[in-house]
């Protein structure tokens, strides 16, 4: 069999050609099939994207074919093992019986000693569990018994607090007995006074604290019959405390006792009971001082605005703060003594202030009088101002700040009334002034003795004047200041809306298109000087000692915000030399349209030469003279030389000039043409009847036509308004349209060169 076999490898191994036929391609790799990790579908699924299948299936047969050919090449060359192996497998089933049986009794001894662990473990656990509980119950009974034991310590404490002789200072039987006293005598009572007082904190704060200890207990020991049969006899001492406590802080307050005033504060810090520190504080010693300053009632109301002001009282107040409150301000500031829970500034100094204004004065809050609204207003940041620098850090300030009673304080000042007041009282002024009917020049008669970098117009005065009341001391409030910067920006929006509304109802002739349009139709062309004057000067203004101010007003801000500030009036100002361009195409129209009148009397020149034998002209036409009348006025009138600048002035003229002569050429092309058409349809009427009736036709071409005289006249006149716009500082050769109406009306022999 192996020589058979042998004799098949050797048939087969080879083809016709001598290649090798097991030779495999580059992409079959049959060690992949060996790799631990091989997957059959992740192989099949990576190769079929570039070989097909039929290829693939055709490989893999192949490799199967070889396979089973080593298989049995395998066998042959160790045939007689693998023969043998059959019989070293006989009673292999007495081999497994023997090797089951030690490991089923060792698994028997194992599950016998998991059940003896598990019977002890449950043990344990149910011991434990016991244990706990029998600790639980232990630990409420603790705490039970020192509840019991702190109601009765306080009780005996509290019950030790009528027999120290809290009130002597306000005893007068004490006074009258010891009148006779010598000053020795006196001062020994005073002393034994204080001594009794700080007694009497000292234990007052032992108290607080047991009280806060019993605090404790009855937290975690709710809901147990025993605290609640317990709650009469707390609920009782508590009162006791807090009327013990009240009653001596009083007299610390009163005596300004530092250390009975530190003892009493400890306490209530730790009973938990700032708000009614702070209560005593602010109604025992600020509300006495607070009503003599701002009193309240029918008696002390009196109508008028005076009345309300604050900023008297304000400085009244804080003589009083400093003098009556900064002792306790101090002590509950000290550093590492656990007050800082207390908030006397806002909850008893400014709550006492604001109550007090509300009822006393009520009308400093109203913002219907803007200017005295102001004025409170800043009298109440200079006040809480000072009242911020008793805080001894910068948290303190922010707690300050945070408090309710501040809040509401600064709820009292409605900033948003105040500014529509302002809004309407600024705006409207200026809407007032540009609903009239016409351009109102301010103090015209003097114009030639004023500053030529002054307003002219009484609307460019009244924008001015507007944006001025923007930043004012007594209009502006910083907190508000985006309001003001918009308000300036929509007044600089107003304005410019005024102009191109003005410009667009006089370029469509319509009247009363919107309001305050009208200006515009009835004025003349140097009423629009003053207009571009008064946008220079603004725009002059609004970039310098305008833009100065408001930084001076907003000084603390950062210069990103001054930038955008800068960055958005100077938009304001371009948005009104935006306008510049409209306003001097309005006074170039209104000009041209006044020399198109003289130009109209161009048609008068074909009357004169048509059907006459009038000799060739030798002078201009007298409308001549009158087609730049109206620039030349305009220009050398007394408002553009005092306030149009010499390069508007010579932008005007060039463009006034360049339209005018447009008009002048369309008008004398049109007239040239009409009368060269009537000439040569006359000539052709002529000649047929002269031919008819044999007539010499050479006599008539002798003579001088009515077109020619017509472009004479016309030759003549351009070259006097050549030589009137060289007077007003305009090269006519440089003009286009004069060029073409040279070339339309001169001679063969002058179109080679302008001259004149």
């Known amino acids: 069999m192996a020589d058979l076999m042998s004799h098949h490898r050797s048939t087969t191994t080879t083809d016709i050609f001598?290649?090798?036929?097991?030779?495999?391609?580059?992409?079959?790799?049959?060690?992949?099939?060996?790799?631990?990790?091989?997957?059959?579908?992740?192989?099949?699924?990576?190769?079929?994207?570039?070989?097909?299948f039929e290829n693939l299936r055709s490989e893999l047969q192949s490799h199967l074919s070889s396979l089973k050919l080593e298989l049995i090449e395998l066998i042959n060359r160790d045939y007689d093992d693998f023969v043998s192996l059959s019989t070293k497998l006989v009673d292999i089933e007495s081999s497994i019986s023997r090797m089951r049986a030690p490991l089923t009794d060792l698994r028997d001894k194992i599950l016998l000693f998991r059940d003896s662990v598990e019977g002890s473990l449950l043990g344990l656990q149910n011991g434990l569990r016991k244990r706990g509980e029998a600790e639980n119950v232990r630990e409420v009974l603790e705490l039970l018994l020192d509840t019991f034991h702190v109601v009765s310590k306080v009780e005996k404490l509290i019950k030790e607090l009528p027999s120290v002789p809290t009130d002597w200072s306000n005893g007068e039987v004490n006074s009258t007995e010891n009148s006779s006293l010598s000053n020795g005598n006196s001062l020994q009572h005073a002393e034994n006074e204080t001594s009794v007082r700080e007694t009497q904190s000292m234990l007052l704060e032992r108290i607080a604290s047991e009280m806060n200890r019993l605090k404790f207990y009855i937290a975690h020991a709710q809901n147990f019959p025993f605290i609640e049969n317990m709650e009469k006899r707390i609920q009782s001492a508590s009162l006791l405390l807090d009327a013990s406590l009240g009653h001596c802080f009083v007299n610390g307050l009163e005596h300004r006792d530092a250390s009975v005033i530190y003892n009493c504060l400890r306490a209530y810090a730790a009973i938990d009971n700032t708000t009614g520190a702070e209560e005593i504080f602010r109604t025992t010693i600020l509300s006495p001082l607070v009503q003599q300053i701002i009193p309240h009632g029918s008696s002390q109301t009196v109508v008028g605005a005076a009345v309300d002001d604050l900023e008297e009282d304000y400085k009244q107040l804080l003589q009083h703060i400093d003098k009556h409150c900064k002792y306790l301000l101090e002590i509950s500031s000290t550093a590492n003594s656990g007050l800082h829970v207390f908030d006397f500034l806002a909850n008893s100094i400014l709550k006492e202030v604001l109550m007090a204004i509300q009822r006393g004065k009520p009308g400093a809050f109203s913002s219907g009088r803007p200017t005295e609204f102001l004025r409170n207003y800043k009298s109440s940041l200079s006040f809480l101002a000072v009242l911020e620098g008793y805080c001894p850090s910068r948290s303190s300030i922010m707690k300050f700040r945070s408090a309710a009673v501040y809040m509401e304080f600064m709820k009292q000042w409605n900033l948003g009334v105040y500014f529509s007041l302002r809004f309407q009282e600024i705006a409207g002024s200026l809407d007032s002034a540009l609903t009239a009917t016409s351009l109102s020049p301010a103090q015209e008669s003097q114009s030639t003795q004023r500053n030529p970098r002054d307003l002219t117009l009484k609307q460019s005065i009244a924008l001015l004047e507007s944006l001025r009341s923007c930043w004012r001391e007594d209009v502006l409030i910083i907190s508000s200041s985006d309001k003001f910067l918009r308000l300036s920006l929509q007044l600089f929006s107003r304005y410019s809306t005024w102009l191109s509304s003005g410009l667009d109802a006089r370029k469509s002739a319509k009247s009363g298109s919107s309001p305050g349009s009208d200006w515009a139709i009835s004025a003349v062309p140097e009423d629009f000087i003053y207009v571009m004057h008064d946008i220079d000067s603004l725009i002059t203004e609004l970039e310098g000692n305008y833009l100065d101010h408001v930084f001076q007003q907003l000084g603390s801000c950062p210069s990103?915000?001054?930038?955008?500030?800068?960055?958005?009036?100077?938009?304001?100002?371009?948005v009104l030399n935006d306008v510049v361009p409209r306003?001097?195409?309005?006074?170039?129209?209104?000009?041209v349209e006044k020399s198109k009148e003289d130009l109209r009397q161009l048609k008068g020149i074909t009357a004169t030469y048509r059907m006459t034998n009038k000799p060739l002209p030798v002078r201009h036409s007298p409308y001549v003279s009158g087609v730049l009348r109206p620039l030349k006025v305009?220009?050398?009138?007394?408002?553009?030389?005092?306030?149009?600048?010499?390069?508007?002035?010579?932008?005007?003229?060039?463009?006034?000039?360049?339209?005018?002569?447009?008009?002048?050429?369309?008008?004398?092309?049109?007239l040239v043409n009409v009368a060269r058409k009537t000439e040569s349809s006359l000539?052709?009427?002529r000649q047929g009847a002269q031919r008819r009736a044999g007539a010499n036709a050479d006599v008539l071409n002798n003579n001088i036509s009515n077109s020619d005289k017509i472009c004479m006249q016309l030759f003549l006149d351009i070259q006097e308004y050549g030589?009137?716009?060289?007077?007003?500082?305009?090269?006519?050769?440089?003009?286009?349209?004069?060029?073409?109406?040279?070339?339309?009306?001169?001679?063969?022999?002058?179109?080679?060169?302008?001259?004149?």
């Open 18 to 52: 001598g290649d090798p036929l097991d030779s495999k391609p580059l992409w079959f790799k049959p060690n992949s099939f060996l790799q631990p990790n091989f997957n059959p579908e992740s192989y099949i699924s990576d190769l079929r994207t570039f070989v097909p």
């Open 583 to 591: 306003i001097m195409e309005t006074m170039t129209e209104s000009l």
């Open 683 to 685: 000539q052709k009427i």
């Open 634 to 670: 305009f220009l050398e009138g007394d408002r553009a030389k005092t306030y149009l600048s010499a390069e508007c002035r010579k932008h005007l003229l060039q463009r006034a000039s360049e339209e005018i002569t447009g008009s002048y050429y369309e008008q004398a092309a049109e």
């Open 560 to 574: 990103e915000v001054q930038d955008l500030i800068k960055h958005s009036i100077v938009q304001g100002g371009k």
């Open 723 to 756: 030589c009137n716009l060289a007077a007003l500082g305009v090269d006519a050769a440089s003009i286009e349209t004069y060029r073409a109406l040279w070339q339309c009306v001169a001679p063969p022999d002058r179109q080679s060169a302008i001259n004149f």
